[in-house]
């Protein structure tokens, strides 16, 4: 094939792409993240349970019911995957509400039915059938089977005997408390090493009063029944852990009212059971109500023989309904199905409904990241993110055409080429652009121009040197193709490592930037050598002024000895290394919260505030230490806004700051925004980092040892 119908191919080629480019572009949607369209940002550890050990089989069925899960609660559009041997990645766009995103999607939702008086435990861990309070722990103290606060129902647990039971849902349970301030600060854990990863996500400093304590196999702690929807108890109660049946046994739970006769209209759960669990309730309650029968004293209310049926879910009871021996003497036949009533709100039973429906996960899950973003917020950064990718352009556009001239416009043309195929592969792949994404792009938009400079450069040089115009840009082609490649493998190859060592946001900056490394080489070489090839014997660039290629002006540094001046440039480098160990070791890194951890809210206050001002709210809150930042409209739409960066809160404390604001100084409708960071989540990134700088150099290094000679890649490995 000769160059002119190789040249014509190319072009036509490149024309059909174009088209088809544009038909993409057309008709199909841009992915956008949430950091652009708003939305929830979730990230999960995978911790062991008695049921299943952390392995790919169970994280691929986790997955499978989160996703279940998230199709509950109709998000469009969501992302759920794997992070690394055993994190969990989840996105839901629109969502507004991270606390109740991560109820609903990351409860472990084990559930268990149990016979009350035979398992509930007195102070001194024995059974206590008889006077059993089910009121939700209206009476605390050391009767009994009576609730009281968790630190002394854990602190009383821990000295329970192991009890081998055959249907136990643990085999221990570790929690770590305060004896000075009489709290649990952390726990239930399976392990050891969880309790102190738990700890190290919470951000708990370690304290001589502090103590881990063993909560024994058969032995659990369950929080008492809510006394109502928006509010849980503070009472436990220790039991024995000897469910009946578990959920898995429930069928068809859905979202009912108590409407029958003599029903409440509230909020329940309806479902039935399989084979096997109807005959073990039927049992259960047939013990249950015989019980009841056996201890009723003629003359005497029924209802104070009465035994119960408790239901827990994730250490948290239910309800604890009663079984009527009277009314059920053989049990309750459940062939018609069961119901849950309790403290619940429509939402909650919903909630409740859709998790036993999805089932209970295999594996309990830590929440070790999270982040709520608005869609206002979003679309102030997509503007801006976009705003600066036309800025890059424009930029690099005026460069090229300021010193190339002619051959700028063909640069600029291809620039423009290329826009279009990454936008178009961008809709088809598709592509969830983000902010670090869009980051990738701009960048590539230099790494294209990059490509573009080599070869113009030696195409001057050419035609300075005495070689005509198409033979002039022949050989600058042929000359600069080698340093191109090279350039571009090493980019590729390093954006091939970020995606694979990374975490999710720097995951998008490199799967843009090797994308983009890929279409600039087509557009920035194929392309460009094409149309000059094409044009080359024209007149529009028979003169080599309309290169950028005429007789160079002589400047100092032209005849300047680099070579003879080495030991100046060596001292000055040695100097700047010195200067810069010096800081780093005095200062040390101003790291993020991405590697320290902690929690980071952007908010708009209604009412003018100061620093003084909200610092003075945050530490009514408990963090008087928090650094208060004013933002400006850039940053947060609407104005007045501020950063408040504090130690890892808990939903909890996020809360109490967002109520604390809004009483003093009102918060814009939907600008809350958050990113909590734990520990361990840090940890992962900074780890991560570092593996994937090294692993960079040692494959730049291979290579240009590879490519050229290994003597090469030593300097190159310590600049």
């Not at 652009?36 to 999960?44: D, E, I, Q």
Request: aromatic share 8%; glycine share 10%; with cysteine.
């Amino acid at each position: 094939m000769t160059d002119r119908r190789r040249n014509l191919f190319v072009l036509l080629l490149v024309a059909a792409l174009v088209a088809a480019s544009a038909v993409v572009i057309l008709s199909k949607p841009t992915r956008l993240g949430l950091d652009l369209k708003g939305g929830v940002s979730l990230t999960y550890q995978a911790k062991p349970t008695v049921q299943s050990g952390v392995t790919s089989d169970a994280i691929d069925r986790t997955l499978d019911i989160m996703r279940e899960r998230v199709d509950q609660l109709g998000v469009s559009e969501p992302e759920i995957q794997r992070s690394g041997s055993d994190q969990i990645d989840v996105s839901l766009p629109d969502v507004k509400n991270a606390d109740e995103a991560a109820n609903q999607v990351g409860t472990t939702a084990q559930m268990y039915f149990y016979d009350w008086e035979t398992n509930v435990l007195d102070a001194n861990c024995r059974p206590a059938p008889q006077d059993a309070n089910v009121t939700g722990g209206s009476s605390a103290g050391s009767g009994a089977g009576t609730a009281t606060d968790q630190f002394t129902a854990v602190t009383r647990a821990s000295k329970c005997p192991v009890r081998n039971l055959p249907n136990a849902t643990t085999n221990g349970l570790f929690y770590q408390v305060d004896t000075k301030t009489k709290k649990v600060v952390a726990g239930p854990d399976e392990t050891r090493r969880d309790l102190r990863q738990e700890l190290q996500n919470k951000a708990v400093r370690p304290s001589k009063t502090q103590k881990t304590l063993e909560v024994p196999k058969g032995t659990i702690v369950v929080r008492a029944e809510a006394p109502s929807p928006k509010q849980k108890s503070n009472l436990y109660y220790m039991m024995r852990d000897n469910p009946a049946l578990s959920g898995k046994e429930v069928k068809n739970p859905e979202q009912q009212f108590d409407n029958g006769a003599g029903g409440t209209g509230q909020p329940i759960v309806t479902f039935s059971f399989t084979g096997k669990g109807k005959a073990a309730f039927q049992k259960t309650t047939r013990a249950i109500a015989a019980r009841g029968q056996n201890n009723f004293i003629p003359g005497q209310n029924p209802q104070d023989a009465q035994q119960h049926f408790a239901i827990v879910l994730d250490n948290e009871l239910i309800t604890t309904p009663f079984i009527d021996f009277q009314q059920n003497p053989d049990g309750i036949d459940a062939t018609n199905g069961s119901q849950i009533s309790g403290s619940f709100t429509i939402d909650s039973a919903q909630r409740l409904a859709n998790l036993l429906k999805t089932g209970a996960l295999p594996i309990r899950l830590q929440l070790i990241s999270s982040s709520q973003v608005s869609a206002t917020l979003g679309k102030q950064a997509l503007d801006q993110g976009l705003l600066a990718g036309i800025a890059g352009f424009v930029i690099v556009a005026l460069f090229l055409l300021t010193f190339y001239r002619i051959l700028g416009v063909i640069a600029v043309g291809a620039l423009l080429v290329y826009a279009v195929f990454f936008f178009a592969l961008i809709k088809l792949i598709p592509i969830t652009m983000t902010l670090p994404g869009i980051a990738g792009l701009i960048l590539t938009i230099g790494v294209a121009a990059d490509a573009n400079i080599v070869i113009f450069e030696r195409v001057k040089e050419e035609i300075r040197a005495g070689r005509s115009v198409p033979a002039g840009i022949a050989a600058g082609y042929k000359k600069g193709l080698s340093a191109i490649i090279d350039a571009n493998v090493v980019t590729f190859m390093v954006a091939f490592i970020l995606f694979i060592l990374a975490t999710a946001g720097v995951k998008g900056f490199a799967f843009t930037l090797g994308i983009g490394t890929l279409v600039s080489f087509l557009t920035a070489v194929l392309l460009t050598q094409a149309v000059l090839g094409t044009m080359s014997r024209s007149r529009l660039i028979s003169h080599p002024a309309a290169l950028g290629a005429g007789q160079r002006s002589h400047h100092w540094w032209q005849s300047f000895d680099f070579m003879g001046a080495s030991k100046w440039f060596f001292s000055l480098s040695g100097v700047i290394l010195l200067i810069g160990a010096l800081a780093v070791g005095g200062k040390g890194l101003n790291f993020g919260i991405d590697f320290e951890s902690g929690t980071r809210i952007k908010t708009a206050l209604v009412r003018p505030a100061n620093e003084d001002g909200v610092r003075a709210v945050v530490a009514g809150a408990g963090f008087g230490d928090a650094e208060i930042q004013r933002l400006s409209g850039k940053e947060v739409a609407g104005g007045n806004g501020f950063q408040i960066s504090t130690p890892t809160l808990t939903e909890a404390q996020r809360t109490t700051i967002q109520q604390d604001l809004q009483q003093k100084y009102g918060v814009r409708q939907g600008s809350f925004n958050f990113d909590t960071i734990g520990p361990i989540f840090g940890q992962t990134v900074a780890k991560s980092a570092l593996i994937a700088i090294i692993a960079s150099l040692i494959v730049i290094s291979i290579y240009i040892a590879l490519r050229f000679e290994w003597k090469y890649a030593v300097p190159v490995l310590i600049a």
